[in-house]
């Protein structure tokens, strides 16, 4: 059974920059793959980014150039640079490891609130 462990939200101003650390333990970490998702107050989750097993990466439009998403397998942990924040960027952000026979597994959530 996989166990995950988010970190590093925080409250911070406009053109800050954080970095979100999601924590893996049990499973053979480097055969997941990886996605970022948030969820804001009132909408639906929504897809950030993603890290495959292959090594390609893919970002929301939204995201694109200011957010890095990458992963230490050796520390069984992803990470999520995220760098010139913007008030919509305000969410409750999740990593969910997916393994490839299709079993998924999701993080408790880190606050991330940016003010103007």
């Known amino acids: 059974q996989v166990q995950l462990v988010e970190s590093g939200g925080g409250s911070v101003q406009a053109g800050d920059s954080l970095r979100l650390s999601c924590a893996a333990s049990?499973?053979?970490?480097?055969?997941?793959?990886i996605v970022w998702f948030r969820q804001a107050p009132g909408k639906e989750r929504e897809f950030v980014a993603s890290?495959?097993?292959?090594?390609?990466?893919v970002y929301a439009d939204s995201v694109k150039g200011r957010f890095t998403i990458s992963r230490d397998n050796a520390k069984n942990t992803v990470y999520l640079q995220m760098n010139n924040l913007k008030p919509e960027d305000t969410a409750v952000y999740y990593c969910?490891?997916?393994?490839?026979?299709?079993?998924?597994?999701w993080g408790q959530g880190t606050q991330v609130t940016v003010s103007s």
């Open positions: 049990g499973g053979t970490f480097s055969r997941y793959g």
């Open positions: 890290f495959s097993v292959s090594g390609s990466t």
């Open positions: 969910k490891l997916t393994s490839i026979s299709g079993n998924s597994y």
